[in-house]
C-alpha cells in the first residue's frame, strides 16, 4: 500500500505551418502628362496565421501591411512578406501601373463614377475612348474617372475589367440562384439576372451554378463565354426588368461632335456572378460569429491510416457552406474523400475540390431552403494517410478561416450576416448520436453487439455499409422502449470500415465500425 512511480517526457511543439497572406488587387491609374509620380491609396494585405503574427514588411516602403505612397510613373513591384514567431514566412506580389494621360489636357472634360449595382465603388476599371480621339483612364479607389477630349471630337466610351473573377461570388450567390430558379424567391434587380447569367447565354440555369461552384472550388479560374464584369449606363431603363436578358442593354456610350463638358456620365458595374451584392468588399470582416464543426479520428487498423468524420459540433438549421482545409504535407501523404454516407442531400465528388501538391481542399455545399443539419450524421469522411505513425491525423489538419480564394463561410439563412467555421475535436472512436448508438466490441473479428435506445416501442430497420456506400446488410428489428441491443456476426465481412444505421420513426443515426 502507498506505493508509487513516476515518470516525465518532455514535450515538444513545433509550429511548422506557414502563415497566410493575401495581397490586394493590382492597381492602375492614370495621371495628367506634366506628372511624375502619384499617391497611391493601397489597401492593406490580409495576414493570418494558426499561432501568432511576427511582423509584416514590404519592400517599397515602412508602412509593413499598409503600402500607401507616392509612385513613380511606370511599374512598380511591392512583395509583402509575413512572419510568426516561429520563423515560417510568406509572400504575395502586388504591382501598381502609373501611366501619363497624354491627352487629359483637353479642351472638354468626361467625368463620372463607377459603382456597383449595390452602390460599392469599382476601381480599376479600363474606361476606352476610341474614335477621333484614342485615350485610356482608370477609375480610382472612389469610383471616379476623368478624361480630357478635343471641342468638336466624336467618341465611344467602353468601360471593362475581366480580373478577379472569384470577387463577390461565394455560396451565398449559389443558393439565391438556386431559390430564383426555383421560384421560391424571385431576383427583384435586373442587374442580379445579369449577375446570374454567369455564362452569358441570356438562360439563368442550372448549368450557371454548375459553373460557379467550379469557379468557387477553384476547378476554373473564368467562366468561359463571358467576362467578370459587365457594365452599363446609369440612366439606362430597361423595357422589362423582370426579363432584362431578353433585351440588348448597351454597354457602349457614343458621344457624337463634344460641345460640352460632361460631368455625370455614371456607370453601373455588375460583377458576374454575384447576386448578393458584395463584390468590392471581400476585404471586410466576417462578424466574431462562429460555427463549430467537429472532427473525429477514427484508426482504421492499419498503421498510419486514419478516417476523420467531420460533422457540425451540434444540430443547427443550415442553407449551406464553403470550407477551406489544408494538411501538413510533411506529415500527410494522401487525402480522399469519402462522401457516401454524407447527410447533406444532393453532396457529391463536384463539390470537392483537391490540390495533392500543396495539400488543400476546398468543398462547397448549399440548399435552397434552410435545413436542420444532425450533430449525429457526417457532413463527409477524411481517409488520412500518415508518413508515420507518432502522430495523429488531425494534429496535421488546419481549417483555413482565409483561405487562398476566398474566406471559409457558413450560412444559415439569405437574410443573415454569414458566420465563421472553426473545428474542435473529438477523441478517437467517440460519437454523438441521439439513440445513443454504440457497438461493442469495436474493433472486432467475429461479432459485435449494437446497443442503442428508442424512446418507444417500434420496428426500426438495421443496415450496414461500407464505406464507400455500398449496401452490405440489414435487418428489421422489433424494439421495445428504453435500451435495445443485438448480436450482429461480421465474420463475413472484408477487413475494413463499415457503419451501422438505424432507421427509426425519429429519423436515422449511424456509428463507424471497424472489422479487423
Not at 155 to 177: A, N, Q, R, Y
Not at 314 to 322: A, C, I, K, N, V
Request: proline fraction near 5%; include cysteine.
Amino acid at each position: 500500500i502507498g506505493n508509487s512511480s513516476t515518470c516525465s517526457a518532455e514535450v515538444t511543439v513545433e509550429d511548422n505551418i506557414a502563415p497566410e497572406i493575401i495581397c490586394p488587387e493590382n492597381i492602375q491609374l492614370s495621371i495628367p502628362a506634366d506628372e511624375d509620380e502619384a499617391f497611391v491609396d493601397v489597401d492593406p494585405v490580409i495576414a493570418t496565421d494558426n499561432c501568432n503574427i511576427e511582423i509584416i514588411t514590404n519592400n517599397f516602403n515602412s508602412g509593413g501591411e499598409n503600402a500607401t505612397d507616392w509612385y513613380p510613373v511606370g511599374t512598380t513591384s511591392v512583395e509583402f512578406t509575413v512572419q510568426d514567431f516561429s520563423g515560417n514566412s510568406s509572400t504575395c506580389e502586388l504591382f501598381v501601373t502609373v501611366v501619363q494621360d497624354t491627352t487629359s489636357q483637353g479642351d472638354l472634360t468626361i467625368s463620372g463614377f463607377i459603382h456597383s449595382w449595390a452602390g460599392v465603388p469599382v476601381n480599376q476599371v479600363t474606361i476606352e475612348f476610341s474614335g477621333d480621339q484614342d485615350t485610356t483612364v482608370y477609375s480610382e479607389s472612389d469610383g471616379f474617372y476623368s478624361a480630357g477630349l478635343s471641342f468638336g471630337a466624336s467618341v465611344s466610351v467602353s468601360p471593362e475589367k475581366d480580373t478577379h473573377w472569384i470577387d463577390g461570388v461565394s455560396t451565398i450567390d449559389l443558393i439565391l440562384i438556386q431559390r430564383h430558379i426555383l421560384q421560391i424567391e424571385l431576383f427583384d434587380s435586373p442587374f442580379k439576372f445579369i449577375a446570374a447569367d454567369a455564362n452569358d447565354d441570356e438562360v439563368i440555369s442550372t448549368f450557371d451554378l454548375v459553373l460557379l461552384q467550379s469557379l468557387i472550388l477553384g476547378n476554373i479560374d473564368q467562366v468561359p463565354g463571358n467576362v467578370s464584369w459587365r457594365f452599363l449606363p446609369a440612366d439606362y431603363d430597361f423595357d422589362n426588368p423582370n426579363n432584362p436578358l431578353a433585351e440588348a442593354w448597351p454597354e457602349i456610350i457614343v458621344y457624337d461632335t463634344l460641345e460640352t463638358d460632361l460631368p455625370s456620365e455614371d456607370w453601373i458595374a455588375i460583377k458576374t456572378g454575384d447576386v448578393s451584392g458584395d463584390a468590392g468588399l471581400s476585404g471586410l470582416r466576417i462578424p466574431e460569429r462562429g460555427i463549430p464543426f467537429r472532427l473525429t479520428e477514427i484508426p482504421l487498423g492499419n498503421e498510419g491510416t486514419f478516417l476523420i468524420k467531420v460533422s457540425l459540433d451540434r444540430t443547427q438549421s443550415l442553407s449551406g457552406f464553403q470550407l477551406e482545409l489544408s494538411s501538413d504535407r510533411e506529415k500527410i501523404k494522401e487525402v480522399e474523400v469519402l462522401h457516401a454516407h454524407s447527410i447533406l442531400p444532393g453532396i457529391g465528388e463536384d463539390n470537392f475540390f483537391i490540390d495533392p501538391e500543396s495539400g488543400l481542399l476546398r468543398m462547397v455545399w448549399y440548399h435552397p431552403i434552410p435545413l436542420e443539419i444532425s450533430s449525429d450524421g457526417a457532413l463527409f469522411y477524411l481517409k488520412i494517410g500518415m508518413n508515420g505513425t507518432n502522430y495523429t491525423a488531425k494534429e496535421f489538419l488546419q481549417l483555413r478561416k482565409n483561405g487562398t480564394l476566398w474566406k471559409s463561410k457558413v450560412f444559415k439563412d439569405v437574410v443573415d450576416l454569414p458566420f465563421y467555421p472553426y473545428f474542435v475535436n473529438q477523441e478517437q472512436g467517440q460519437t454523438q448520436n441521439s439513440l445513443k448508438l454504440s457497438v461493442d466490441p469495436n474493433p472486432s473479428v467475429q461479432n459485435t453487439r449494437l446497443s442503442f435506445y428508442l424512446p418507444g416501442e417500434e420496428t426500426v430497420k438495421i443496415r450496414v455499409f461500407d464505406i464507400a456506400g455500398n449496401f452490405m446488410w440489414d435487418q428489421s428489428y422489433e424494439g421495445k422502449k428504453g435500451e435495445n441491443s443485438l448480436m450482429v456476426s461480421v465474420k463475413d465481412f472484408p477487413s475494413g470500415m463499415y457503419l451501422f444505421r438505424i432507421e427509426s420513426s425519429n429519423g436515422q443515426s449511424s456509428i463507424e465500425f471497424i472489422k479487423h
